[in-house]
């Protein structure tokens, strides 16, 4: 029996923001509510507060955070607000006591990171933030290859970060604006897959950058950079980010270079944005002739669903419960997000080298 299994209750979480992508956290309030309950709902929208609470049977729902934190009974806050916003939000809820769960990207500056941190670690509490590709089978299986040592030693990596913004939102989306969202497709986009190396590689030494804005609907906001990552190991990582893409579909292309293998989430059969990870081993002296799917929950490290949100959430619900610190923490979080600070101030400084400086 599981520790969250073994409870007396479910932990009582708020829903902070109610806009696209609460859409991915509802499930897990759904599928397994004996582990997470949704206790309340909060957006300033007040119809779309209420269509939430409507679903989960809920008495009232709340347009104002603080009185939600006042008045609501509940253990923890899971956070879907626009960037600029998770920073105030997080730390409203963990000075009344409250577990956070926050949607990647963890804050919009590294002292608002380093704040939370501190305040959670203070108060005793749980700080997560969403960074769901850790929570996918096939990226968690691969994890445990890599530590098995069957790619042997990684050399390079690639990842790329496609998308046309104009598909998805139009201007004036907070998305297109660096003060709320903290930049362009490097904090937006790429951190997924920043965030997946570094669970793959460990830290980052240093990042050389360059960025670019080509779509005037982009204020203070990149929507082309490149960016070559040195990590501590000695893998090389080249990184492409375009957020403003003329043709192609959303896509997250992904490459591992290692000793004895190579591993990639190109396409099969027309699907890029949802294109899984393969692999292939040398034979000898002679290439592999075809990549194999790594088939996640196959007796390498299985997860409770093949859905990364559901396993984010039941995660931290976990965490929560046992007092073990999350795959995703704040605390590991702050390595991530200096990388992303890193490759922005290399931008700023025109492509110069800039050392990764991770708060200790």
Same mark, same amino acid.
């Given at each position: 029996?599981?520790?969250?299994?073994?409870?007396?209750?479910?932990?009582?979480? /708020?829903?902070?923001?109610?806009?696209?992508?609460?859409?991915?956290?509802?499930?897990?309030? =759904?599928?397994? %509510?004996?582990?997470?309950?949704? &206790?309340?709902?909060?957006?300033?929208?007040?119809?779309?507060?209420?269509?939430?609470?409507?679903?989960?049977?809920?008495?009232?729902?709340?347009?104002?955070?603080?009185?939600?934190?006042?008045?609501?009974?509940?253990?923890?806050?899971?956070?879907?607000? %626009?960037?600029?916003?998770?920073?105030?939000?997080?730390?409203?809820?963990?000075?009344?006591?409250?577990?956070?769960?926050?949607?990647? %990207?963890?804050?919009?500056?590294?002292?608002?990171?380093?704040?939370?941190?501190?305040?959670?670690?203070?108060?005793?509490?749980?700080?997560?933030?969403?960074?769901?590709?850790?929570?996918?089978?096939?990226?968690?299986?691969?994890?445990?290859?890599?530590?098995?040592?069957?790619?042997?030693?990684?050399?390079?990596?690639?990842?790329?970060?496609?998308?046309?913004?104009?598909?998805?939102?139009?201007?004036?989306?907070?998305?297109?604006?660096?003060?709320?969202?903290? /930049?362009?497709?490097?904090?937006?986009?790429?951190?997924?897959k920043i965030d997946l190396l570094r669970y793959f590689l460990g830290e980052a030494r240093r990042?050389?950058?360059?960025?670019?804005?080509?779509? %005037?609907?982009?204020?203070?906001?990149?929507?082309?950079?490149?960016?070559?990552?040195?990590?501590?190991?000695?893998?090389?990582?080249?990184?492409?980010s375009c957020y403003s893409a003329a043709a192609l579909p959303y896509s997250e292309m992904f490459?591992?270079?290692?000793?004895?293998?190579?591993?990639?989430?190109?396409?099969?059969? /027309?699907?890029?944005? =949802?294109?899984?990870?393969?692999?292939?081993?040398?034979?000898?002296?002679?290439?592999?002739?075809?990549?194999?799917?790594?088939?996640?929950?196959?007796?390498?490290?299985?997860?409770?669903?093949?859905?990364?949100?559901?396993?984010?959430?039941?995660?931290?619900?976990?965490?929560?419960?046992?007092?073990?610190?999350?795959?995703?923490?704040? =605390?590991?979080?702050? /390595?991530?997000?200096?990388?992303?600070? &890193?490759?922005?101030?290399?931008?700023?400084?025109?492509?110069?080298?800039?050392?990764?400086? =991770?708060?200790?």
């Amino acid at each position: 029996m599981t520790a969250w299994e073994n409870a007396q209750k479910p932990l009582a979480v /708020g829903l902070v923001g109610c806009g696209a992508i609460s859409g991915a956290h509802l499930p897990a309030y =759904r599928m397994y %509510p004996e582990r997470v309950r949704l &206790a309340a709902v909060c957006d300033t929208r007040e119809d779309a507060a209420a269509k939430v609470a409507r679903e989960f049977g809920l008495e009232r729902h709340y347009t104002d955070l603080a009185e939600m934190l006042a008045e609501a009974p509940i253990d923890a806050v899971d956070i879907c607000l %626009p960037h600029h916003l998770h920073y105030p939000a997080a730390l409203a809820a963990l000075k009344v006591g409250k577990h956070v769960l926050v949607e990647k %990207p963890f804050a919009v500056s590294m002292a608002e990171c380093v704040e939370l941190v501190e305040t959670a670690q203070a108060k005793g509490l749980t700080l997560m933030v969403a960074q769901v590709q850790r929570y996918t089978p096939e990226y968690r299986n691969l994890k445990v290859l890599i530590d098995r040592g069957e790619l042997g030693a990684i050399h390079h990596a690639r990842i790329d970060g496609i998308q046309n913004l104009h598909d998805y939102a139009e201007p004036p989306h907070w998305l297109y604006h660096g003060e709320t969202a903290g /930049g362009g497709g490097i904090i937006s986009v790429l951190v997924h897959k920043i965030d997946l190396l570094r669970y793959f590689l460990g830290e980052a030494r240093r990042v050389t950058a360059l960025g670019k804005t080509a779509d %005037p609907a982009f204020r203070d906001a990149e929507d082309y950079a490149v960016a070559l990552i040195e990590f501590e190991n000695g893998a090389l990582v080249d990184v492409f980010s375009c957020y403003s893409a003329a043709a192609l579909p959303y896509s997250e292309m992904f490459w591992l270079f290692g000793e004895k293998a190579v591993v990639h989430t190109l396409p099969s059969e /027309g699907e890029w944005s =949802r294109s899984q990870p393969r692999i292939a081993y040398r034979s000898g002296t002679k290439s592999g002739r075809a990549f194999k799917d790594i088939v996640g929950g196959a007796g390498v490290d299985t997860l409770p669903t093949d859905q990364p949100f559901v396993n984010e959430i039941l995660h931290f619900a976990e965490c929560v419960t046992t007092g073990r610190e999350p795959i995703s923490s704040g =605390r590991d979080n702050l /390595g991530t997000m200096a990388v992303i600070f &890193a490759i922005y101030e290399s931008m700023r400084l025109g492509g110069q080298p800039v050392e990764v400086k =991770r708060p200790r």
